[in-house]
């Protein structure tokens, strides 16, 4: 049975998809990055609220390392009405992340990726290839008890020419919110964690 998440090695599926900027993204517009992050996350979920800081952080501190961020909101506005676009605007305007933040409507890239849960972390190298995916940190919806630094450990390691020690991690956090499904549901080859 195919795994429903991108296996490790994986090229990163390309997508064009509309900015909080107004401008539409592709893998293109990101080509010049050594290394590519792409993670899933939204605008309600409290992991996704109390990792923001957390991940504003490591995408600041690995900007001088060519690591480019974006952030990709899938969920279904009919399931969570604070998943719109309109709210992603404001989030932006208001925090000044340093992401793009990109609306996939169709929820056809969450698919393509296989993103299980808000957030959910992508890292591809410079030829695209998938080098880790799973969770930010053990602990997003409580920032201070955090211990493990999952995503900055494989980019430190990636980036010093190591090979990434723990490539997969379970995301934690809530689940995608799929169109016409209800609000728990997630493919069964889904990890069991959030809500």
């Not at 517009?29 to 923001?52: G, M, Q, R, W």
């Not at 000044?96 to 698919?111: E, G, H, I, M, N």
Request: glycine share 6%; proline share 6%.
């Amino acid at each position: 049975m195919k795994p429903f998440t991108l296996e490790i090695g994986s090229e990163a599926p390309d997508f064009a998809l509309l900015g909080t900027d107004g401008k539409t993204y592709s893998l293109k517009d990101f080509e010049k990055a050594d290394v590519l992050v792409i993670f899933f996350t939204c605008n309600h979920c409290p992991y996704v609220l109390n990792s923001d800081e957390l991940t504003a952080k490591t995408a600041r501190r690995f900007q001088t390392n060519n690591v480019a961020f974006v952030g990709i909101n899938s969920n279904s506005e009919k399931t969570k009405s604070l998943d719109s676009f309109d709210y992603m605007v404001e989030r932006m305007q208001q925090n000044k992340f340093p992401w793009v933040y990109l609306r996939d409507d169709s929820q056809v890239v969450a698919l393509k990726y296989g993103a299980l849960r808000t957030p959910h972390f992508f890292v591809f190298d410079k030829h695209r290839k998938l080098i880790y995916t799973g969770r930010g940190v053990d602990n997003p919806r409580n920032p201070e008890k955090v211990t493990v630094y999952d995503l900055e450990m494989a980019l430190d390691e990636h980036l010093k020419g190591k090979p990434i020690s723990k490539p997969v991690t379970n995301p934690i956090g809530c689940n995608v919110k799929w169109e016409g499904k209800e609000a728990h549901w997630m493919p069964p080859e889904a990890c069991d964690i959030g809500g």
